[in-house]
């Protein structure tokens, strides 16, 4: 049971327009969310994150949104650059049995065409 | 500079050959777990460990077996390797008790079992 999905497998945007990646969860327990970059050869790399008091937090050109009704989050990348074409893992957490477990999304590969 | 470190990067072998992967980092983490990556499937946890000699299983240890006996280091052993635990591995770190950031990964080892 995938308790997180992101069920867009790839994206493609022009540079300079808007890219948003969709993220959907399924354990109303969940609290904290984090998105990852992850580059060919290289390990995941922590890009933002929410906390699930809040609905946005920004950083720069990156924006994460999170709907708790909806149990939905989506990475707003304004304006996407060729750099940015990486794959994108969203990843969730819930305290259990004293730490904080991450379980993630089977990633979207975005690429920003010049 | 603050990292997790892997070795090897890449690495073939054949059915049952038994081999190690190690994982070091030196942000003096207390928590440190190991990840495979399949192709849509995302990145699934084998096993964690909370602190020194503290270890257990995330969600696909079968195949698997780690060790603890420093802070700094957690190797991931397979027994007998089968064509199945062909993947792409990940060890990462956290600071225990603090999930702002999550995750600080390695830059991965390609295994092929042939």
């Known amino acids: 049971d995938q308790q997180v999905k992101q069920n867009s497998p790839s994206l493609s945007v022009q540079e300079g327009r808007i890219s948003i990646l969709n993220c959907d969860y399924t354990?109303?327990?969940?609290?904290?969310f984090l998105w990852y970059k992850k580059y060919p050869a290289e390990g995941p790399t922590f890009l933002i994150s929410?906390?699930?008091?809040?609905d946005k937090n920004e950083d720069g050109r990156f924006t994460v949104f999170l709907n708790k009704s909806a149990k939905h989050l989506s990475l707003h990348i304004v304006p996407s650059q060729p750099g940015d074409s990486a794959v994108y893992f969203c990843?969730?957490?819930?305290?259990?049995?004293?730490?904080?477990?991450?379980?993630f999304g089977t990633g979207t590969r975005l690429k920003v065409l010049a | 500079e603050a990292q997790v470190t892997q070795n090897p990067r890449y690495l073939i072998t054949v059915t049952g050959k038994k081999l190690t992967v190690t994982c070091s980092q030196n942000?003096?983490?207390?928590?440190m777990s190991w990840y495979r990556q399949d192709p849509g499937l995302g990145l699934r946890q084998i096993y964690y460990?909370?602190?020194?000699?503290?270890?257990d299983k995330g969600d696909v240890p079968e195949g698997y077996k780690v060790s603890r006996k420093e802070k700094r280091n957690f190797p991931l052993i397979l027994e007998s390797p089968s064509p199945n635990q062909t993947s792409l591995y990940f060890c990462?770190?956290?600071?225990?008790?603090?999930?702002?950031?999550?995750?600080?990964f390695g830059s991965g080892t390609r295994l092929t079992v042939v």
């Open positions: 990843a969730a957490s819930a305290r259990t049995s004293g730490t904080y477990k991450y379980i």
């Open positions: 929410i906390s699930s008091i809040k």
């Open positions: 990462a770190s956290s600071l225990f008790g603090t999930r702002n950031y999550g995750y600080t």
């Open positions: 942000m003096n983490h207390e928590y």
């Open positions: 354990n109303s327990m969940f609290d904290y």
């Open positions: 460990s909370m602190n020194v000699e503290v270890t």
